[in-house]
């Protein structure tokens, strides 16, 4: 049973298409998020939801447009890809959003745009 | 601005050996302190938590330290075998998110 699942594992597509990136935790955590990991391997935060909400948004493009049907459901959706966009997209979840307890993060989206 | 930063970069070590990775970090305000684990291809996962009062936390041959004073961390392997290849992650929560260190990568051969 894969606690925090995101589909599809690979993504590759062209320049200016629009994509989405779904995920769902079976954990019955309050609070998911999605992070990007670049090039260099470094992961930086995009988005938070708490209970549907959203808590956080990190600057990010407003080509990037989360949404939360569910407290188990965050999807991305990415307007007008850029070739910038190539980057491996992990989502997560916790418990809570305060102390991040019981943070797990799924296996990863790698989106290559070309 | 809320920096976590690892060293050394990379590492490479004989398998049975033991090492020591480090973390420096400027966050506040501060939660916990994280060590996780990165598989090539997978997603983090957590080996140890650390909250302000704690010093030191064992995870199996995964031992960390804490010095909130000097803001430093720790991550010390011991016996290290083939499947420790992997990025070690210093991770601190920055009260409702993460801040992630640019990660260490350490290769463990035969």
């Known amino acids: 049973d894969t606690a925090v699942s995101q589909t599809p594992k690979y993504l590759v597509t062209q320049m200016g298409n629009d994509k989405s990136i779904k995920c769902e935790q079976n954990l019955g955590h309050d609070t998911m998020y999605w992070y990007k990991q670049d090039s260099k391997k470094f992961l930086k935060i995009m988005f938070s939801?708490?209970?549907?909400?959203?808590?956080i948004n990190e600057t990010v493009p407003n080509r990037f447009s989360p949404k939360s049907p569910d407290k188990a459901h965050l999807n991305l959706h990415i307007n007008s890809l850029e070739l910038g966009d190539s980057a491996v997209y992990f989502c997560?979840?916790?418990?809570?959003?305060?102390?991040?307890?019981?943070?797990?993060f799924g296996s990863g989206t790698r989106l290559t745009v070309v | 601005k809320n920096q976590v930063e690892q060293s050394p970069q990379s590492l490479i070590i004989l398998e049975g050996k033991n090492c020591t990775l480090q973390c420096n970090y400027t966050v506040s305000p501060f939660s916990n302190l994280r060590w996780y684990k990165q598989d090539t291809g997978r997603g983090p996962v957590s080996l140890t938590i650390?909250?302000?009062?704690?010093n030191t936390k064992s995870n199996g041959r995964y031992t960390a330290t804490l010095d909130a004073d000097t803001k430093q961390s720790s991550l010390h392997i011991t016996a290290s075998q083939l499947s420790d290849s992997a990025s070690y992650i210093c991770v601190v929560h920055n009260t409702d998110k993460l801040i992630f260190g640019t990660g260490t990568r350490l290769q463990v051969f035969p």
């Open positions: 997560a979840s916790s418990q809570d959003l305060w102390q991040g307890a019981g943070y797990t």
């Open positions: 939801y708490n209970n549907k909400e959203l808590i």
């Open positions: 650390m909250t302000f009062s704690e």
